[in-house]
Each structure stands twice: as C-alpha cells, then as structure tokens.
C-alpha cells in the first residue's frame, strides 16, 4: 500500500495564494504520477494537475494559468501552487499517486485537505 498525506487547505481570501503539498509513503516503487484532484459539495470529483516522473504535465482546463504542479521523484512529494484563487475553487483537494500504466494498475488517495476560498 502507498499512504498519501495532504496538508496546506485552509482559508484564503479571492486572489490570494496557497500552497498545498503531498508526501507518499510505503511502497512508493514505481510510482509512474502523482497529482491532485478536487471535490467540491454536490459536485463530482475532478482532475486538477497531474505530474508524471518524466516531468509531463496536465491541468484542468480551469485552473490553467493560476495553479503550478511540481513533484520530486526522488521524494514522491507532489506540490500545488495555487494563485489568483477563486470562490469556485473551493473544495476538498485529494492527493492521488498512480502505478503502473494510463488505465491499468493501482490509484492510491489521500484523505484530503479543505481549501476555502472566501472574503
């Protein structure tokens, strides 16, 4: 099993900043990406930003230009910059961590890490 820890949610007001990070422990081999997803009330889970080993990026359309994902391999330590924070991003943020191949091995998440977003 790999266990995934979040931390850096909190209250932030519109516009302001957060950092969030994520640590992987356990068996932490051949981890091929790490990542965030996001859940706010009543809405379903969504990608945010993954990372793979070889550096690769994606990011949900939404959040292009104000979040930054960045990972060290040799820790299995996956960050979120997050800028220019709105409302609308309000939600539980759960670190995610996949091994093996795109559609076939083993997701592992977090427990997650609230970030409100309000005046």
């Known amino acids: 099993q790999v266990q995934l820890v979040e931390s850096g949610g909190g209250l932030v007001r519109p516009g302001g900043s957060l950092r969030l990070s994520c640590a992987a422990s356990g068996s932490i081999f051949s981890i091929n990406s790490m990542g965030w997803y996001r859940q706010a009330p009543g809405k379903q889970r969504e990608l945010v930003a993954t990372i793979t080993s070889g550096g690769s990026t994606d990011y949900a359309d939404s959040v292009k230009g104000r979040f930054t994902v960045s990972r060290d391999n040799a820790k299995n330590t996956v960050w979120l910059q997050m800028n220019s924070l709105k409302p609308e991003d309000t939600a539980v943020y759960y670190c995610?961590?996949?091994?093996?191949?795109?559609?076939?091995?083993?997701?592992?998440w977090g427990k997650g890490t609230l970030v409100t977003v309000s005046s």
């Open positions: 995610n961590a996949h091994r093996g191949p795109p559609h076939y091995g083993i997701d592992y």
